[in-house]
């Protein structure tokens, strides 16, 4: 059964910092990989979706990696803002299955 | 604007009470959702549905029941037998399965 983790739960920097939040998954058969954003009492905004064949996708500040083979994926966010504080969750998708979401990473950005 | 809509954005209910939850898509999506989200811990899925007047349990169906009689409406019941109903619970939609998924803004279940 696919597991999904990320580390760290929370994070909290200055505001110009580049950061990188990371994703982990117990099964390496994969077809996608998503991030998302959730702002307090809302629901989901998807970031980046990274296909199994792709090794990274870009979306202006931000930029998600895949290493099917060591199970990770990580979003790095440039220049960080204020307005970038949230909860960022990955959801791994298998062939023939639903996404499995991980816990979250909750970012503070600092002024 | 296309998207996901949740009603209501707050529901509180007694304990032993039935309750319905809301969620409308006009994005023309094939498959729906339905997630519950606890603090500190990642989505969990309730039911799913790929097309109409069809829908599948998911990993914590026990408690809840569902129905999809129309492509843009699948609606989840709370019953008196879910033991822990107070959560906060997102509808999404995709174009198919795993396509990218889309949420709505969720509904918060409070059952005293």
């Known amino acids: 059964k696919q597991e999904v983790t990320q580390i760290p739960a929370a994070l909290s920097v200055p505001e110009g910092e580049n950061l990188v939040l990371n994703c982990s998954f117990t099964?390496?058969?994969?077809?996608?990989l998503q991030w998302f954003r959730q702002d307090p009492g809302k629901g989901l905004t998807s970031l980046l979706l990274?296909?199994?064949?792709?090794r990274e996708q870009t979306s202006g500040r931000l930029n998600a990696s895949l290493d099917k083979s060591s199970g990770r994926s990580t979003l790095y966010i440039a220049a960080s803002q204020p307005g970038d504080s949230a909860t960022y969750l990955c959801?791994?998708?298998?062939?023939?299955?639903?996404?499995?979401f991980g816990p979250g990473t909750r970012l503070s950005v600092l002024p | 604007d296309g998207g996901i809509t949740q009603s209501p954005k707050y529901l509180f209910r007694k304990e032993g009470q039935n309750v319905t939850l809301s969620c409308e898509q006009n994005?023309?999506?094939?498959?729906m959702y339905w997630y519950r989200q606890d603090p500190g811990q990642g989505l969990r899925l309730i039911y799913y549905?790929?097309?109409?007047?069809?829908?599948q349990k998911g990993d914590i169906a026990e408690g809840y029941s569902v129905s999809r009689e129309k492509k843009e409406s699948f609606p989840l019941t709370v019953t008196s037998a879910q033991k822990n109903p107070t959560a906060f619970y997102l509808c999404?939609?995709?174009?198919?399965?795993?396509?990218?998924?889309?949420f709505g803004n969720g509904t918060r279940l409070t059952v005293t």
């Open positions: 099964d390496s058969a994969i077809y996608n």
């Open positions: 990274i296909q199994s064949s792709q």
């Open positions: 994005l023309n999506h094939d498959a």
């Open positions: 549905s790929q097309i109409v007047n069809d829908f």
């Open positions: 999404a939609s995709s174009i198919q399965s795993l396509s990218p998924l889309h």
């Open positions: 959801a791994v998708c298998g062939y023939g299955q639903n996404f499995v």
